[in-house]
C-alpha cells in the first residue's frame, strides 16, 4: 500500500504533456510579446541620400545633353562644308567642260551624228597619209607635219580653223572628232541670228569704256553661277523660243 500510493502521489505532482499544436500557439505568442517589447533601433533618415543619387543622376544627364549637342553641331558643320565642296566641285566641272568646249575637244552632247561614207574615205586617207610610222596612231607631231592636210580637210567640210585634234589618236577618234565638229559647225551656222554675245553684253552691268567687262572680272564663283543661272538662262531660253516659233512658221508655209 504505502509503495502504491508514493508512486500514485509522484504520478500527479508531474505536469500532464501539452498538445502540440498548442504549444506551438504558446511559442508564437511568446515570440510576438518578446519582439513588442523589444525596443527598435531609429532608421537612418533617407530623404538626404535620395536628393543627392537624384542631383548626381540630373547633372550627368546634363553633361550627356551638352555632349549631344556638340555633336550635333560638328556633324552639322561638317555637312555643310561637304555640300560645299561639292557644289565647287560641280562648278569646277563646269568650268572644265566650258574650256573644252572652247577649244572643241569636249562638252556638250554633240558627236551623235553619223559620218558618211565619202568623207569617211577622206578621213581614212587624210589619217593614213598623217600616220607617218604606220603604227596606227597619229601624235602631235606627225599632226604637226601634216598640218596642210588638216587645213585642206577643214576647209573643204567647212570645218573651224580652231578646231584642236588630241595629241594623240586612232582612225576611231579622228573619225569621231571630224563627226562632232561638223555636227556642231552645222548648228552654229543654223543659229547665226541667234546672238547670245549682244544678250550676255546687255545683262551685264558696269564696266567702262576702257575695261568693258570689269564687272565679270570681278565676279567671285558664286556670283557668276547666279548670274548664268538666272539672268543669262532665262534670256537664252527667251531667244531659242524665238528661234523655235520663228522655225515652225517657216515649216507651216
Do not use: Y
Not at 541620400?49 to 546634363?62: I, P
Not at 577649244?103 to 559620218?115: I, K, L
Not at 597619209?129 to 606627225?142: C, I, S, Y
Amino acid at each position: 500500500m504505502g509503495c502504491g500510493a508514493s508512486t500514485a502521489a509522484s504520478a500527479a505532482a508531474q505536469p500532464l504533456p501539452m498538445p502540440s499544436n498548442q504549444a506551438a500557439a504558446v511559442v508564437s505568442s511568446m515570440s510576438s510579446h518578446a519582439a513588442a517589447a523589444t525596443p527598435t533601433a531609429p532608421s537612418a533618415p533617407l530623404g538626404d541620400a535620395a536628393s543627392g543619387n537624384v542631383d548626381e543622376q540630373l547633372r550627368a544627364l546634363q553633361v550627356r545633353v551638352r555632349g549631344l549637342e556638340e555633336e550635333l553641331r560638328l556633324a552639322k558643320e561638317a555637312g555643310e562644308e561637304a555640300a560645299e565642296r561639292g557644289r565647287l566641285a560641280q562648278g569646277g566641272a563646269r568650268e572644265e567642260e566650258a574650256e573644252g568646249n572652247q577649244d572643241g575637244r569636249g562638252g556638250g552632247v554633240a558627236g551623235s551624228w553619223a559620218v558618211d561614207e565619202t568623207l569617211r574615205a577622206k578621213l581614212r586617207e587624210v589619217f593614213g597619209q598623217m600616220d607617218l610610222n604606220k603604227d596606227g596612231r597619229v601624235d602631235k607631231m606627225e599632226m604637226s607635219k601634216a598640218s596642210g592636210l588638216l587645213s585642206e580637210l577643214r576647209v573643204e567640210f567647212g570645218l573651224r580653223a580652231e578646231v584642236v585634234f588630241e595629241d594623240s589618236m586612232t582612225l576611231d577618234q579622228f573619225d569621231a572628232g571630224i563627226a562632232r565638229e561638223l555636227e556642231v559647225t552645222r548648228k552654229e551656222q543654223a543659229l547665226s541670228g541667234f546672238n547670245v554675245a549682244r544678250a550676255v553684253a546687255e545683262l551685264l552691268p558696269g564696266g567702262s569704256p576702257e575695261q568693258p567687262l570689269a564687272h565679270l572680272e570681278g565676279m567671285n564663283g558664286e556670283e557668276l553661277r547666279h548670274f548664268c543661272r538666272t539672268s543669262v538662262a532665262a534670256e537664252v531660253e527667251k531667244l531659242l523660243r524665238l528661234q523655235q516659233e520663228t522655225m515652225r512658221e517657216r515649216r507651216g508655209r
